[in-house]
Structure formats: structure tokens, C-alpha cells
């Protein structure tokens, strides 16, 4: 069981000596702040099935928690957005770090937390989110379970929720009949506890892990077999990629060539092949800097932007984008000198932009260079010609609709998986931008390839009237626009 991590916001500032990485044939891209400011200061984010952001607040005190959406303006300009009120969870529930997971209902599901109200304990509580009435509900944990904290989840394809136990090895699947909620164990077989650990999803449906504390056994993996339920030795890394000491590990980010990207709580980094099962050494960052605790995201050219630090929660970050072969050197943010990788969290847009919060007021936009790659588009094989303003249960089907990746990640303490299905509408007389509320969502999966699989859609009651173009967009990649008919 770690310690915790101190979250003073001004530990130390180190020096970071800079070092040479590849800058061919790429530019970087750039940072713009959200022009509003958020309400208060804010931490980790979700993407809804609408567009929006869901935004939790960030009071480290004992208050209810509130949480707000930040809405793109009718552009789908997410800088120049708008932020709405998202309710409040239950009274007394005010976690920091949890698991979480939209689910293929359109609903948010947060569990545990590391901290709660500011106390440093492992909370088993629990909670929804429901964006059609702007409410949240309570949600018990397995029955028996005594520490939940900030353990990692996943959605796997079927749509199920899975939720790890931080401090053992169980997990279960949550199960919804009605307004019953129980839950079901899985994953025997689990060869270290949970703690520290983050749970990727993979092209044949299974799950990866790298083991955090597996004892004698330092740099092994492990993977979760959907089917079974059941976890199995993978064997072992060719580095450390936890810290010995804090035990902490760094993201996991699958790529569109297959290959996972797995950052080190140390200087070392990882790749595994999804098409082999096997593991090869990445470069290191260089100067120190690893991502014990941070956040990445996948870009739609494919490459990952990574927040590092230097040590184990020491300041001054540092961003770059993975290309599949080096680092690229990205600009910091103002206040890069004075803080860590812990405290950021980065959310894929249906933009093709990255989100990214740092427990402060100031919210920043990543507008990337470079674009993807044809085949990776979702693409629309049926759509209605004529949709009906306000109608409910429409149906979109179509090729890798839920995208090839989770999309963002960051370990055990927050997940912000958007490997599902957006709708967006475009008016063609004045180009404002609709999304419609995405739900019941045929796969949970990721790179589905040539399956046809299916979403329905909710269109807006104020949605404009007439010729319109509507895409699905996946991992922040849109298809080939369907001309349609609002009336």
C-alpha cells in the first residue's frame, strides 16, 4: 500500500537540463486557455456522449462536490466554450483520484477516491452521473469491500463496467437491473494487488496491466481474458517501469499501429506489441524526467502527448509527443516551473484537440499539427436521410465508430476512456455546430476494423432546421460527412 502523495502544489523546483530529441519533420503544437474560467479550481474531466466536458471541482476541504460541463459554443469551439453547472455528488462524497467510466448509456460513473473531504482515506463510496437530468445518485460498492480508494476501472467491449479493489486483488463487474445495482465478481487469478496499477483496453478485447508489486517479480504484466474473467502471467518487461520506492507508474496510450506506449514511474519507458505479445524498450525522456502519476493522449496523426516531471513528484513539467519512434519537445505552460505531472489530466476532444486541467483555474486547449490516416476514420454505412428535431433512439451504423484507443489515460487514479461514438451536426446555411447525446453503443471496443457496429442518437429539440452534414467522430478523427435533413 503506497504512501500518499503530498499535494503541496509548490514542492521544488528543479532545474531540467535540457537534451537533444528528433525534430524531423515536426512542429509542434500550440496551447490556447479556455477564455472562461471555470468556477472554482478544477481537476479531472470526462467526455459525455453530448460533447461537453464534465469537470470536477477542485476544493481539497470538506464541502459537497460540485462539478460543471463545459459546453463548445455553437462553432464547436471548445476556447471560446461556456461552463454549466453539473449538480453536486452525494453529500459527504468529495473524492480526489477515483476510477470512472462513461458508460454505453450515456451515464458517468465515478468510485472510491483517494482522499475524501480532504481526509487521506480509501473511501468506498460511490456515484452517477445522469446528463439528461443533471443528477447524481449513489452507488454502493461490492459488498464486503472495505478500501475501494483510487483504483483503476475499464469498460470492456460487451459494456460492462469493471472496478478493481486499490488494495487487494479483487474486482468485480457492476451490474444494472432497473434501479438495483449489484455487483459481480471477476478476475481471479490476479497476481499482485491493484494499487498503482492502470487497466488498458485492446484491439482482441482483453485487458493489460503491468504489474506494480508483484514482490519478487518486479517488471511482469499481466492480462485480464474478458471471456474467461480470469487474469494470466504475461511474463516480464525488459525494464522497471515502476518506482521501487512510491510505486508508481506512468499511462498506458494505444496507438493506431497497435503498439502501447507505457510510461515509466522511472526514467525507463516500454512498448508493447499488441499484434505480438511482446515487450521492447522505448527511449527515456532524458534530464530525470519520467511520469509517475500523469497524463497522455492520443492525437489524431497517431502521436501521444505526454506531461513528465523530474523524480517522483517534483516540479517542473515538461510536454512532448511521442511519434512512434521519438519524443518531440512541446511548449510548457505558464505555470510548467511550479508544477507536476500528478496534477495534470488531459481529455481527448471530439475536436481533434487535447483538454488539460491542473488542479488550477486555468483550463488550456492543445491544438495539434499533422492529421490521420484515412483508414483510421469511423465511417457511415446507414443514417436516415431525414431526421426529426428532438428525436430520440435514432440509429447510426458504421465501421469503427468507437475508435482505435481509449483515447487518454493516466494509471490507477482517474480514467477518461472516450472510446465511444459522437454525433455532430452541422447546419449548411450557417455553420453552427449540434452535437447530438450519443448512447447504446452496440461495442465497447476499440479498433474494431470492418465489423459494422452501431450507436443511437438524441438530436437536440433547438437544433436548426434544414440541410445539414453529420459525421461520427471517434478519438477526435470524424468520418466522411452524410448529408441530411433537419426538420
Not at 133 to 143: F, G, L, R, Y
Not at 207 to 220: E, I, M, Q, R, Y
Amino acid at each position: 500500500m503506497k504512501a500518499f502523495r503530498t499535494l503541496a502544489l509548490a514542492l521544488l523546483t528543479l532545474a531540467v537540463t535540457s537534451v537533444a530529441y528528433s525534430q524531423e519533420a515536426f512542429t509542434a503544437g500550440t496551447w490556447t486557455k479556455v477564455t472562461a474560467a471555470p468556477p472554482s479550481p478544477v481537476a479531472h474531466m470526462l467526455l459525455l456522449t453530448d460533447g461537453s466536458v464534465l469537470v470536477n471541482s477542485f476544493f481539497f476541504t470538506t464541502h459537497t462536490d460540485s462539478w460543471y460541463r463545459l459546453v463548445p459554443d455553437n462553432k464547436g469551439s471548445y476556447v471560446n466554450g461556456s461552463w454549466h453547472a453539473a449538480g453536486s455528488a452525494p453529500a459527504g462524497y468529495n473524492p480526489l483520484y477515483f476510477g470512472s467510466a462513461v458508460l454505453p448509456g450515456g451515464n458517468v460513473i465515478v468510485m472510491g477516491g483517494e482522499y475524501n473531504n480532504g481526509s487521506p482515506v480509501w473511501t468506498t463510496l460511490g456515484a452517477m452521473y445522469h446528463p439528461k437530468t443533471n443528477q447524481w445518485s449513489k452507488v454502493p460498492a461490492p459488498a464486503n469491500w472495505t478500501t475501494l480508494g483510487d483504483a483503476q476501472s475499464v469498460v470492456l467491449p460487451n459494456g460492462k463496467y469493471m472496478q478493481a479493489n486499490c488494495c487487494t486483488t479483487e474486482s468485480a463487474i457492476l451490474h444494472v437491473s432497473g434501479t438495483t445495482i449489484s455487483w459481480i465478481p471477476t478476475g481471479t487469478g490476479k497476481a499482485d494487488v491493484n494499487d498503482e496499477e492502470g487497466w488498458l483496453l485492446m484491439p482482441n478485447g482483453n485487458v493489460l496491466t503491468v504489474d506494480a508489486d508483484n514482490g519478487a517479480n518486479p517488471s511482469t504484466y499481466e492480462i485480464y481474458n474478458t471471456a474467461a474473467g480470469t487474469w494470466s502471467s504475461g511474463g516480464s518487461l525488459p525494464v522497471l517501469l515502476q518506482d521501487p520506492s512510491s510505486l508508481e507508474i506512468g499511462p498506458m496510450i494505444l496507438r493506431p499501429d497497435g503498439t502501447v506506449f507505457a510510461a515509466g514511474g522511472t526514467t525507463s519507458n516500454a512498448i508493447y506489441h499488441t499484434s505480438t505479445g511482446l515487450w521492447t524498450t522505448a527511449p527515456q525522456f532524458g534530464s530525470g524526467l519520467d511520469m509517475a502519476d500523469a497524463p497522455a493522449a492520443l492525437l489524431p496523426s497517431g502521436n501521444v502527448l505526454m506531461s513528465t516531471s523530474p523524480g517522483v513528484f517534483n516540479n517542473g513539467v515538461k510536454f512532448f509527443e511521442w511519434d512512434g519512434t521519438a519524443f518531440h519537445s512541446v511548449p510548457g505552460l505558464p505555470d510548467s516551473t511550479t508544477t507536476t505531472s500528478y496534477q495534470g489530466n488531459m481529455v481527448c476532444l471530439p475536436s481533434g484537440q487535447t483538454i488539460f486541467t491542473d488542479f488550477s483555474s486555468g483550463v488550456y486547449i492543445y491544438t495539434p499539427k499533422g492529421t490521420y490516416n484515412s483508414s483510421w476514420q469511423p465511417t457511415i454505412t446507414s443514417l436516415a436521410a431525414t431526421i426529426t428535431h428532438g428525436s430520440v433512439n435514432n440509429v447510426v451504423k458504421g465501421t469503427q465508430l468507437n475508435g482505435l484507443s481509449q483515447c487518454a489515460a493516466y494509471g490507477d487514479d482517474n480514467q477518461a476512456a472516450s472510446n465511444f461514438p459522437l454525433v455532430r451536426i452541422t447546419n449548411n446555411s450557417t455553420g453552427h455546430v449540434f452535437y447530438a447525446r450519443t448512447h447504446t453503443f452496440s461495442t465497447m471496443g476499440v479498433a474494431t476494423g470492418s465489423a459494422v457496429v452501431s450507436a443511437q442518437f438524441d438530436v437536440p429539440a433547438g437544433i436548426e432546421l434544414g440541410a445539414s452534414k453529420v459525421v461520427v467522430v471517434a478519438n477526435g478523427i470524424p468520418s466522411a460527412p452524410s448529408t441530411v435533413t433537419i426538420n
